[in-house]
């Protein structure tokens, strides 16, 4: 069965030739043109990964208000914005609301295509057969990986696929520093420092909110992170 994508950009030309391109690789593509179309249809059925871009009609900031709808239906959902916006604050605010990935609409398609296929690996190989690696235990950390589930101290911990792969990278191999780009590599992202270093605050952020003396991310400036053993 195909992998259904959405698309919720409000100029025609842009959704249509999304959408053609889209087809053309084989997935099934609904567009919707405004927030509240796309909510209607989401409320219904989730698509397997949406595409926003962040002004939506008479709404300057309805692609942030989706994102953080869908946020609430799934952790999981991956969720691209793809917009003209390229400001720093854009960018944070969009990651900061749990997508898992940030473009411009300069992007080649080619790049566009690479950016989805790995957000579709990376939620396919999270949910094959129990291995070996399928729980990752490190203290009070639990990942699992088959239903891609964090919890700390038995409370479960809402991370992205994005946000779980960072863990995944440095909880494996507790007390070791990852660089940006190791972790980027992980992820299966191609970001600036900036927004690795966007994802690790938010990543902090919900820890703590299941653990206010969470301390379990160091942060060694000028070159990367690590787990703490």
């Known amino acids: 069965m195909a992998r259904q994508i959405a698309i919720v950009e409000d100029e025609p030309a842009i959704r249509a030739n999304y959408s053609d391109a889209l087809k053309r690789y084989g997935y099934e593509v609904h567009t919707y043109a405004s927030r509240a179309q796309a909510s209607s249809a989401f409320a219904l059925r989730l698509p397997d990964l949406v595409l926003i871009d962040i002004g939506l009609g008479d709404e300057p900031e309805g692609g942030f208000d989706l994102c953080r709808e869908l946020r609430q239906h799934s952790t999981t959902l991956p969720i691209i914005f793809l917009t003209a916006r390229d ?8 990651l900061r609301l749990g997508a898992d990935d940030y473009l411009t609409k300069d ?3 080619q790049h566009l295509l690479t950016r989805i296929v790995s957000l579709f690996r990376r939620v396919e190989a999270l949910s094959q057969p129990a291995g070996k690696e399928q729980l990752l235990e490190i203290g009070p950390l639990r990942l699992h990986g088959d239903r891609m589930v964090a919890t700390w101290n038995g409370i479960e911990v809402p991370l992205t696929v994005t946000e779980f792969w960072i863990v995944h990278a440095m909880a494996r191999y507790p007390g070791h520093i990852k660089t940006r780009d190791q972790l980027m590599s992980a992820a299966q992202v191609v970001v600036d420092d900036a927004t690795i270093t966007s994802h690790i605050k938010r990543i902090r952020k919900k820890f703590v909110a299941v653990d206010p003396d969470f301390d379990g991310i160091d942060t060694m ?7 703490k053993a």
């Open 221 to 227: 400036h000028g070159v990367g992170y690590r787990w």
């Open 107 to 109: 992007i080649s398609l």
């Open 87 to 94: 400001s720093d604050f854009d960018i944070i605010s969009g």
